[in-house]
DNA sequence: AAGACGGGGTC
DNA sequence: GACCCAGTCTT
């Protein structure tokens, strides 16, 4: 793709969006920025970014932060590994890089919750690193550049992508050539309707010249999503009510919601107090709320339980299920 | 190699 | 309702 390189480098000097963490080399905000917007959109994730910097301004005060207080930040963002991961990373930057932040991709790559993807775009952005970062946006591009067949969620299609990529990448601003291929991703190459009469590869490109631009990418999962039903339990006494801390690994690993209900403590229909369906990717949950005396509630294994002042529970990082709970009684 | 992991925008 | 987003980790 040498021929159309500059073509591309000149059509993402034009047409890029300005964006907080692309107006600086401190890899810090560039890490927090990848993590953040890993299956996440910009409008989404902007907001957040902001938040967290304000709140954990250095490596140092990400390190030393209560996890609670950083899944508070996180909480609404999904996905919330992320923010745990992040302060195993910098406890690991504390110990092992003398608080630095790791200056080389192999290292970066060490990095709890950093993949090949992130690690190249912070080597690359913070430090012009010739390595491509290849997300969804980078991978569609290809697909329909190369016209390739093998599905791009499949590891050999990172794999020649990563290998040709690596070869094509300037060693000049090596960090332009990412951002311009993730912006062509995401404002000209897009999943539907891509805008190809503004597309600086267009001379070049397969999907464009055979009118395949539809066929490509080539997707081989589709993942579905399975039912999930949970009762939760309010439980008040003396104004407090309370809470179970879930384990912190699996779904909404360390947020706090309702103790659940089960064969101990059968549900109630007539306790009812509401219910809600809630849709996440790969699950789609049923949830109802049930009003339990706590003189009859049994204490159940495997909860991390406490009692909160209705006042305070907003100061727990709830996910968005429990929050609906929170703000149908009133509370938020 | 496949599944788990959130929430939200778009068509 | 299906797809997919600046993906990574676990099994």
Redesign the pocket.
Same mark, same amino acid.
């Given at each position: 793709m040498q021929r159309v390189i500059p073509k591309l480098l000149t059509w993402y000097s034009e047409n890029y969006?300005q #964006?907080p963490?692309?107006e600086t080399q401190n890899p810090y905000h560039i890490w927090v920025?990848?993590?953040i #917007?890993?299956?996440?959109?910009?409008?989404?994730?902007l907001s957040y970014y902001f938040r967290f910097l304000d709140k954990f301004p250095e490596i140092h005060d990400l390190a030393q932060g209560e996890e609670a207080e950083i899944l508070k930040v996180w909480?609404?963002?999904?996905?919330?590994?992320?923010a745990r +991961?992040m302060q195993k990373a910098a406890k690991l930057i504390l110990s092992q890089f003398n608080g630095d932040f790791p200056t080389n991709y192999t290292e970066i790559l060490q990095? $709890?919750?950093?993949?090949?993807?992130? @690690?190249a %775009?912070i080597a690359s952005f913070a430090y012009k690193i010739p390595v491509a970062a290849i997300?969804? +946006?980078v991978?569609?591009v290809i697909s329909r550049f190369l016209g390739i067949q093998t599905p791009i969620d499949?590891? @050999?299609f990172m794999k020649d992508t990563q290998h040709y990529l690596n070869e094509q990448i300037p060693r000049i601003e090596p960090d332009i050539f990412n951002?311009a291929m993730?912006?062509l991703? %995401?404002l000209v190459c897009t $999943?539907?309707?891509p805008k190809c009469v503004a597309c600086p590869l267009l001379d070049e490109c397969f999907a464009a010249r055979e009118s395949k631009q539809n066929l490509y $990418?080539v997707? %081989?999962?589709?993942?579905? @999503?399975?039912d999930w039903e949970i009762n939760y339990a309010l439980i008040e006494k003396d104004g407090e009510i309370l809470l179970n801390k879930r384990e912190s690994?699996?779904?909404?690993?360390g947020?706090h919601e309702f103790p659940q209900l089960s064969e101990k403590n059968p549900p109630k229909q007539e306790e009812k107090i509401t219910e809600y369906e809630?849709?996440?990717?790969?699950? +789609?949950i049923k949830a109802r709320l049930f009003k339990v005396d706590s003189d009859n509630y049994l204490s159940q294994e495997n909860q991390e339980v406490v009692w909160v002042k209705m006042e305070n529970i907003n100061f727990f990082p709830m996910?968005? #299920?429990?929050?609906k709970f929170v703000e149908y009684l009133g509370w938020k």
């Open positions: 969006r #964006l963490w692309r920025s990848e993590i #917007l890993q299956q996440t959109r910009v409008d989404q994730g909480q609404g963002l999904g996905y919330y590994a992320r +991961n990095l $709890p919750g950093v993949g090949s993807y992130t @690690a %775009a997300d969804g +946006n991978k569609r499949k590891m @050999a951002q993730i912006e991703g %995401a $999943p539907t309707q $990418p997707v %081989a999962k589709k993942q579905k @999503a399975t690994k699996g779904i909404w690993g947020l809630h849709k996440l990717s790969h699950k +789609n996910h968005k #299920l429990m929050l």
